[in-house]
C-alpha cells in the first residue's frame, strides 16, 4: 500500500507540472519555509518571488514566451494553480482571471506590480518576503540588487562618448535603464505604436539611442535617424535572475554605445 501511495503522489506532482509549467532549483541561500509552494503567472513574478527568497517557484507562461501577457494558457498549464499556497499574477495580464479560477481554496492570491524601476523592485520583494516569511533572505538579496545597479551605472557611464550622457528616446516601460545608468531621455514612445507625429517630434530630439522594450517591439522605432536602437528586456529568462536583467541591458547599452 505504501508503494501505491508513493507511485499516485509522483503522479501528481507530474501532472502539477505540466505544460509550460516550470520549477526553479531550490535556493540554498534562501531559509524560506520548507513546502511553501509559490505559482507565478510569468519569469517576471517569479524572479521576484525568487528574490524574495521563495525556493519553489513554478511558472505558468514559459519564459521563452516573448509576449507573456498575451499567452493562452492551458488546463494543464493552470494544473499546478491548484496546488499553491501563493499565486502571484499582474492585472494586465489576459489570463490573470482564469488564474485566479483555477486557484484552490487555500491559496493566497496576489497582484504584483511589474516594473523595473528600482523603487517599486524594492517594495515588491519586501512585500512578498512579508507573505513568504522570507524578509532576512529578502534583504540579502536586496544588498546584491543595489550593488549590480551601481556596477550597471559603473560600466555603462564608463561607455560615454567623451564622458558626456547619450541623449535617449526610449519606450516608456524601459526607461528606468536610462535613470539607473545616468542617460537622459529626451522623449518616451509607447505603449501604442508611434504615430507619425510622433516620429517627427522624436526624431527632431536626435537622439543617440532609441530604448526598445523587447517585448512589446514593433521593429525600428526611428527609421532615417542614426540613433542606434538598443533591445531593453523586462522579463528574466528561465534562470528567473532578476539582476541578470539589469546586467544584460547594462551590457547591450555599452555595446551600442562603443559601436
Not at 23 to 36: E, I, L, R, W, Y
Not at 108 to 121: D, G, I, S, Y
Not at 169 to 176: P, Q, R
Not at 189 to 211: I, R
Request: glycine share 8%.
Amino acid at each position: 500500500m505504501k508503494i501505491k501511495l508513493v507511485a499516485i503522489g509522483a503522479l501528481l506532482a507530474l501532472t502539477a507540472c505540466g505544460g509550460g509549467a516550470q520549477t526553479t532549483a531550490p535556493n540554498a541561500a534562501s531559509d524560506a519555509p520548507a513546502g511553501k509552494k509559490v505559482v507565478a503567472a510569468t519569469a517576471w513574478e517569479a524572479a521576484l518571488a525568487k528574490a524574495a527568497g521563495a525556493t519553489d517557484v513554478k511558472v505558468v507562461v514559459p519564459a521563452t514566451v516573448a509576449h507573456a501577457a498575451d499567452y493562452d494558457p492551458k488546463p494543464s498549464d493552470l494544473a499546478a494553480v491548484a496546488t499553491a499556497d501563493l499565486v502571484l499574477y499582474a492585472e494586465f495580464e489576459g489570463f490573470a482571471a482564469r488564474l485566479k479560477e483555477a486557484a484552490g481554496g487555500s491559496a493566497k492570491v496576489e497582484a504584483v506590480k511589474l516594473e523595473n524601476a528600482p523603487e517599486v523592485v524594492r517594495a515588491e520583494v519586501t512585500r512578498l518576503a512579508g507573505l513568504l516569511g522570507t524578509t532576512p533572505a529578502a534583504q540579502e538579496w536586496l544588498k546584491r540588487f543595489d550593488s549590480t545597479l551601481a556596477e550597471a551605472k559603473t560600466q555603462v557611464s564608463g561607455s560615454f562618448p567623451g564622458g558626456k550622457a547619450p541623449r535617449v528616446v526610449s519606450h516608456a516601460f524601459v526607461a528606468y535603464m536610462a535613470a539607473i545608468t545616468g542617460a537622459e531621455v529626451v522623449g518616451t514612445f509607447g505603449p501604442q505604436p508611434v504615430t507619425p507625429a510622433q516620429l517627427a517630434e522624436l526624431s527632431g530630439k536626435q537622439p543617440d539611442l532609441v530604448f526598445d522594450n523587447v517585448h512589446m517591439s514593433t521593429g525600428t522605432v526611428l527609421p532615417g535617424s542614426s540613433a542606434k536602437q538598443v533591445k531593453i528586456v523586462n522579463y528574466p529568462g528561465e534562470d528567473l535572475d532578476l539582476l541578470g536583467v539589469f546586467k544584460t541591458n547594462a551590457e547591450e547599452i555599452s555595446k551600442a554605445l562603443k559601436a
